[in-house]
């Protein structure tokens, strides 16, 4: 990288190469050596400023220890398992689900915005750290295979894969995934092999708006036009996902 001296760009381009030097990634920014005249040059600075400031956040973001979040949960077992597994199937598995959807969900009954008089108290006191640690660690199992019924799994599938047009009801698909797998950078929950009777039990508190920390009501917008026929066959065909 050079500056050209004498050019009138020049206090703007001193400016640019200091914002690049106090950047990790300053070598990135080298093309910031061109002759002149593409940029306007706060618009340049400015740019540069932001690239620097988003990277240093990056590097200083929290992350979660899967190894202290271990110690951290052995309470949750006596209800979740060991392996993750709930040990009920109102309770849900937590064993390979998305590290950022459960540290969204330790938060949300944490700060009121989701609702259970069994997990909230389990939660009051978890630090921002505590959750990231628990999460990593529920996050870093293999997930649980969940067995369906024969009964209702044709139905269920179609719903699943298929949404129910005359409803205006979206496939489950678009985002939670042809296996169920979720989209952890959406926070999409993976749902594959999950407990019918958590899946069902979650659908209807959507449908009622007692569940209603779905952000842009994605959940609730589709789940009150679900009927009880319709949530238990659904739920059904997830369990079997995988
Ligand atoms: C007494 C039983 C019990 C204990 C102990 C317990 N949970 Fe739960 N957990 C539940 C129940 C029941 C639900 C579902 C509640 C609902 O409908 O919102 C739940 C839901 C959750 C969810 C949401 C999962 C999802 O798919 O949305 C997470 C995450 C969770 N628990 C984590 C924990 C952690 C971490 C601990 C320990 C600090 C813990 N739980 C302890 C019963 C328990
Ligand atoms: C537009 C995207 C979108 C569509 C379509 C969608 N979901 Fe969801 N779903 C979400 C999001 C986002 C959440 C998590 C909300 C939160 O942060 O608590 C969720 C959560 C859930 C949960 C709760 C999971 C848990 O572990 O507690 C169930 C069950 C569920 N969805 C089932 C379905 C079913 C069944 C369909 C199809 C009829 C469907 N979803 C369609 C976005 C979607």
Redesign the pocket.
Known sequence: MYLRLGSARQSAKIWILIAALSCKQFTEFSFLSFPGGLMNKWTLFTGVLMLCTLSTAGQVLAQGDAANGKAKSAVCAACHGTDGKALVPEY?NLAG?HEG?IA??LT?YRDGN?NNALMAPMAANLSDQDILDIAAHFSSMPPIAGVAQEENLSHGEN??RG?ISDAQ????T???GPSGKGNPA????A?GG?NTA??AA??RL?RSGE?A???NE??RS?AHR?SDTEIDA??NY?AGLR
Not at 186 to 189: L, Q, S, V, Y
């Open positions: 849900p689900q959807y969204k969900q949300d989701r719903i699943y949404g009801i979206a496939s489950c678009g985002c939670h959406a926070n999409f929950p749902l999950q958590y899946i979650q659908l959507f569940r920390n779905d952000p994605m959940m589709l679900l659904v739920a997830i």
